[in-house]
């Protein structure tokens, strides 16, 4: 529901109210009123709504990826961020602060952040003169999460922030000085202060894609020395980036588009960093805002939330409010607020069949105190005590009582019990009262719930039915607890001109060698029907052109494709010390996730028994492979 059209904006008022407001009332009622009131576009700064563009290139070139130019719209279709009554559940900032971008943050990326054993080989390369040797790495990993059928790429920028900005300083040399053997040369060391990635090459998939087990996500070509140092800090910012995003969009998958997910993991996160790290990851994947300031300050993320169980059981009784009137939002008279919330409770509570001195008075109490705080934002915790008997019939008094004052309320946010039952119980008695006092808006009050929430919950919530508008997410999403860790590997798959391949008696752990390029082809309906990895001087597939693609490993599974459409999946991101392409923001990502997953079959998508995505070769690689496979396994002997 539209918030009341005729309500005017609190500067309006001011003068009927300045002489019984406090300069710090008047401040704290314009800041809960400005989120409906625009400043002059000259004079806007950037807010917590501002998309914080974390381009990396400081002077990016002016055009999107051609393939991904037509992801990159508003996301407007979200119908709770199209209300302007839910909308007020977004957190606002003064239009005097200024956002300081994610590149202006101290980071713990930096060439330290590895493991000993890329500095340990860094030497061997390097005392050998062996250093120079041109090599290529695949970053990739050996299947899907979740016990689904695809995985979203993601930290794509943070690599790229990493390589461009890689330098070791004066206090990573000592470090390392007093670290290693005292044997090793200072030569090695100073060798190591003047490093840099200029000559390093970074192909990769772009960022938000969807991707399946075996294929590069990253090839990284250039000196063998340089190519390996950098492998565990991107392993580290892709895999977990990669895992949190595809478990926010599973999530997104299983309640559906037309609900609001929120990630309120921060405090159950893995760390200061995982935490941000999930924010940031959880939207990309498909949430719609998060509880975390800082990720809403670095990334533009819209900020939400409400109060907690500590607010309301702070008040004991009606007694402990030592502010019981509100300012009118049209008059700017001073209203009885408190004795009208009482007033109201008297004629809800019949009609919800509840006695009204039942009803816990700490908790009408805490949200009279807390709808004086926010008029235009009153969204109250409702079950500290009882849910129907005390949580609903005291949010509807004061939600009645706003009304009178010419405020609105937003809702209400349930974090225990029956979710389903409670919600659907909540929204009959909001219908029941927006009938009785004749307010239709009311009846669509918003309900948000919270309480442990994890995929399979989303799924039976649906297939019970419920009514949910609004979901708040923290541990099983932040922590990733169906699945911890992804797996992404890096290995060398060619030095020095010649190809490497890794054998091994586990089948998923044997390496495609070589340099080799990526392409996903499409079918007429405009699904992806598989990929394929080719040699990297074989020619491009092309459109209609049928051809033969092999399973990578078994000799009886090829089939023939004609794809209606081909996409080649790479782009050239690093080269020559500086990023080649345009990176695109955060939310133009988002948008970018949802085209992605939209292209994937439903039976790929389904949460029970998913149909395996085809990953495939050309056969000229297969052959290629093969025989480079049989040449490295020793003949054995038999006595």
Request: charged share 20%.
């Amino acid at each position: 529901m539209q918030v009341i059209a005729c309500i005017p904006q609190i500067s309006d008022i001011h003068t009927g109210c300045l002489t019984k407001m406090s300069s710090t009332e008047i401040f704290m009622q314009r800041l809960v009123d400005s989120r409906s009131q625009q400043a002059p576009p000259a004079l806007l700064s950037p807010s917590i709504h501002t998309e914080s563009e974390y381009i990396i290139n400081s002077s990016p070139s002016p055009s999107y990826s051609p393939s991904l130019s037509s992801y990159f719209e508003e996301d407007t279709r979200s119908s709770f961020r199209n209300c302007t009554s839910r909308e007020s559940l977004i957190s606002t900032t003064s239009e005097k602060v200024l956002l300081m971008s994610s590149e202006q943050q101290s980071s713990v990326v930096q060439p330290l952040l590895t493991d000993l054993y890329q500095i340990s080989m860094a030497y061997a390369y390097w005392k050998p003169n062996k250093h120079q040797e041109l090599a290529t790495f695949d970053l990739y990993f050996r299947k899907n999460p979740f016990g689904g059928e695809y995985t979203l790429f993601a930290g794509l920028d943070e690599c790229l922030k990493f390589v461009r900005d890689y330098k070791f300083h004066s206090s990573d040399i000592e470090y390392l000085r007093a670290s290693l053997p005292s044997y090793i040369e200072s030569e090695f060391f100073d060798y190591l202060s003047t490093l840099n990635m200029n000559d390093i090459k970074i192909y990769a998939v772009p960022e938000g894609t969807v991707v399946f087990p075996r294929l590069p996500l990253m090839r990284i070509e250039g000196p063998v020395i340089k190519t390996q140092l950098i492998e565990t800090t991107l392993l580290t910012l892709v895999n977990y980036a990669s895992l949190v995003a595809t478990n926010a969009a599973r999530f997104r998958s299983a309640i559906g588009a037309d609900k609001t997910l929120l990630e309120f993991g921060l405090r159950r996160a893995q760390g200061p960093d995982g935490g941000l790290s999930a924010s940031k990851y959880c939207y990309l994947g498909g949430f719609d805002g998060t509880s975390n300031l800082l990720a809403g300050k670095l990334y533009g993320i819209p900020v939400k939330g409400t109060h907690a169980h500590a607010y309301v059981s702070s008040y004991e009784s009606m007694d402990d409010l030592s502010e019981r009137e509100l300012c009118d939002r049209i008059t700017g008279q001073r209203r009885p607020f408190a004795d009208l919330c009482l007033q109201y409770l008297n004629v809800i509570g019949p009609v919800l069949k509840i006695l009204p001195d039942e009803t816990n008075k700490g908790e009408l109490a805490a949200f009279i105190s807390y709808a004086i705080a926010f008029p235009t934002n009153f969204l109250a915790l409702v079950d500290t005590y009882d849910v129907l008997k005390s949580g609903v019939p005291n949010f509807l008094a004061v939600a009645r009582a706003l009304h009178e004052c010419n405020y609105q309320a937003v809702g209400l946010r349930i974090d225990s019990g029956d979710l389903a039952y409670l919600s659907l119980e909540v929204r009959a008695k909001f219908h029941e009262i927006s009938k009785k006092l004749n307010l239709s808006y009311m009846e669509h009050f918003t309900i948000v719930a919270s309480n442990d929430i994890n995929e399979d919950t989303l799924v039976s919530l649906e297939k019970q039915g419920h009514s949910i508008d609004s979901f708040g997410i923290g541990t099983h999403l932040v922590t990733c607890q169906k699945q911890p860790a992804l797996g992404c590997v890096y290995k060398l798959v060619e030095l020095a001109g010649s190809p490497r391949i890794k054998i091994s008696q586990d089948i998923e752990k044997v390496t495609i060698p070589g340099r080799k390029n990526l392409f996903r082809f499409y079918g007429h309906d405009g699904k992806a029907l598989c990929d394929l990895l080719t040699r990297i001087d074989e020619p491009e597939p092309q459109a209609a052109v049928r051809m033969l693609s092999r399973h990578p490993f078994s000799e009886q599974k090829r089939a023939y494709v004609t794809p209606t459409s081909v996409r080649s999946l790479y782009n050239l991101y690093w080269a020559d010390g500086e990023i080649k392409y345009s990176l695109p923001t955060l939310k133009q990502i988002r948008t970018y996730v949802r085209e992605q997953i939209n292209e994937l079959r439903k039976d790929h998508k389904r949460d029970l028994n998913p149909t395996p995505y085809k990953v495939s070769v050309s056969d000229d690689l297969f052959q290629f492979m093969h025989k480079l496979w049989m040449k490295n396994v020793p003949i054995g002997e038999l006595e």
